[in-house]
């Protein structure tokens, strides 16, 4: 064998296949749904701080809606319709307001009835 065995080329096919899921899948589900960023954002402690990230985050192109809740630290970020919008995008709009940017997960648009 080359050292590597069964092992080496399993991991390397879910190496391969784990960082074309982080190359695509954000921005695919922004992209096809448009949906909503759920974003922790460390720093803000006064419902009178929200404004400038509010402002921030709803500046970018492709956001239809931002709701920020104090409470948790979570801002929640809808785009519109087959807008597309990066993770790095949002943590930026969140720094250039003086917050620090954490976790971000996406959630597809849910159907309208």
């Known amino acids: 064998m080359d050292g590597h065995g069964f092992v080496g080329r399993r991991w390397r096919g879910l190496l391969a296949g784990g960082l074309l899921l ?38 970018l192109p492709g956001v239809e809606q931002v709701h920020f809740d104090l409470l948790h630290g979570i801002a929640r970020v809808q785009l519109r ?27 597809p648009a849910t159907a309208k009835q």
């Open 22 to 59: 982080l190359a695509t899948g954000t921005a695919a589900v922004a992209e096809e749904t448009g949906g909503e960023a759920q974003m922790i954002v460390k720093g803000v402690v006064a419902p009178g701080a929200t404004f400038g990230l509010l402002k921030h985050l709803g500046g």
């Open 81 to 107: 319709p087959g807008a597309t919008v990066t993770d790095e995008q949002l943590r930026e709009a969140v720094r250039s307001a003086s917050y620090t940017p954490g976790d971000i997960t996406w959630h």
